[in-house]
């Protein structure tokens, strides 16, 4: 089937070749940092987890989110989802890949990712982390490439792939709750002590996935013959509805512990985020720039009227996408290392090399869910777009 991602318009080539640029610039900017070091960075000694490991952070939810379409479809037959279920499964195996491209440049010599192979440390969370996501991907490549080989023959897989999607389903909310722990368990940070981090992930990442994957079935339309299903798309809204709220919800049930405990420590990363403290506040803007995407994307989505037009839904969707993406993807990271366990305040900021690493490394994700998806919907397009379970 890798055939199929050779064949395409001007249009899918030019994305391509934009993608391979961008990779280019990254390529570049990586060789750099490894020359020099990671001083080419915005980290320091007090802000020691940047732009890289909140990528990192945030990509994990979006690669868990796939479960949202597996679940239903497999486990409840709800055959709106048999178009969809195998864009949410090819979108997490790019995420993944992501991830763990981001801990590869976070490494500084990639030599010491062997490490964690050679020396594993069993007490260590981010061991397990890497064996999570590891699985998970391999999980999520041989389900979808069985189960769109069995459709494009116009067969229901095979038996023995059901004990795997079942597995997924259960493997998908152990990855982010994994990466949850890494944070959780660091007692010395406040911001991130909390006994609901895992929820507050597992929620952000429910949201963010699904409205990424409306975005993505409303282009997969646009560009394409093949129609995920307005049904589908809908069901999808719902879904990013109820988790932003609940996500929303968490946030606020962190803001009341940490302010009405009147607990210094629990409160000086939210006053820092939102607000500035001792006069450094460069994150503020940002920070309420996420606050305003997410009270309007709620106040899109809780109406059912607003959200049946799809081109409202799809700007709530990237609201909601972008408004997760910072709350999760930068500000919770750096946030928890501001200030430091001595009340000290160090600021960090991603530089130019550090931006442009993570957008090649972005760009190597999206050039593999284009091909990915280019494979899938030229399968779609030829078996009418049902998948047989």
């Known amino acids: ?57 945030f990509l994990v939810g979006v690669a868990a989110s796939g479960v949202m379409v597996v679940l239903p479809f497999y486990l409840h037959d709800y055959k709106a989802f048999g178009k969809i279920t195998i864009l949410g499964e090819f979108l997490a195996i790019p995420a993944v890949l992501m991830c763990m491209l981001f801990i590869f440049v976070d490494m500084g010599q990639p030599l010491r990712v062997l490490n964690v192979l050679l020396h594993p440390t069993f007490n260590s969370v981010m061991f397990y ?77 429910f949201a963010a996935g699904p409205a990424l994957l409306i975005i993505l079935a409303l282009i997969v339309r646009r560009y394409s013959t093949f129609d995920p299903g307005k049904e589908a798309i809908q069901t999808l809204g719902k879904i990013v509805t109820y988790f932003m709220l609940t996500s929303c919800f968490f946030l606020g049930l ?41 009270v309007v994307a709620i106040g899109i989505l809780v109406f059912p009227f607003l959200r049946r037009n799809e081109m409202i839904l799809a700007f709530a969707a990237a609201c909601v996408f972008i408004s997760l993406w910072i709350d999760k993807g ?4 750096v946030g928890g290392f501001v200030p430091n366990p001595f009340e000290g305040i160090t600021e960090y900021w991603p530089t130019t090399p550090e931006f442009l690493i993570a957008a090649g490394v972005w760009a190597i994700g999206f050039l593999v869910l284009t091909i990915l998806y280019k494979i899938a919907i030229s399968v779609k397009e030829e078996s009418g777009g049902e998948a047989i379970h």
């Not at 982010?176 to 507050?200: C, D, E, K, N, Q």
Request: proline share 4%.
């Open 129 to 205: 982390d890497m064996c999570v996501l590891a699985g998970y991907l391999v999980l999520n490549i041989l389900v979808g490439w069985t189960s769109l080989g069995a459709e494009r023959k116009g067969i229901a897989p095979p038996k023995w792939v059901r004990p795997f999607v079942i597995l997924s389903i259960v493997w998908a909310p152990s990855i982010h709750t994994v990466t949850a722990f890494l944070y959780a368990g660091l007692p010395g940070r406040h911001f991130w002590l909390s006994a609901i981090m895992a929820a507050r992930f597992l929620s952000s990442a």
């Open 330 to 333: 930068f500000g919770l990271i």
């Open 1 to 57: 089937m890798l055939e199929k991602a050779l064949k395409g318009g001007r249009t899918y080539w030019t994305w391509v070749a934009a993608l391979l640029a961008v990779i280019g610039i990254g390529i570049a900017c990586y060789i750099y940092q490894f020359f020099v070091g990671l001083g080419v960075t915005g980290m320091s000694r007090d802000v020691s987890w940047g732009f890289y490991i909140a990528q990192f952070t």
């Open 254 to 294: 962190e803001f009341f512990t940490a302010f009405y405990s009147g607990i210094p420590g629990h409160m000086q990363s939210f006053i820092y985020l939102y607000k500035g403290l001792e006069g450094h506040h460069q994150l503020v803007p940002l920070m309420w720039f996420s606050t305003i995407l997410a």
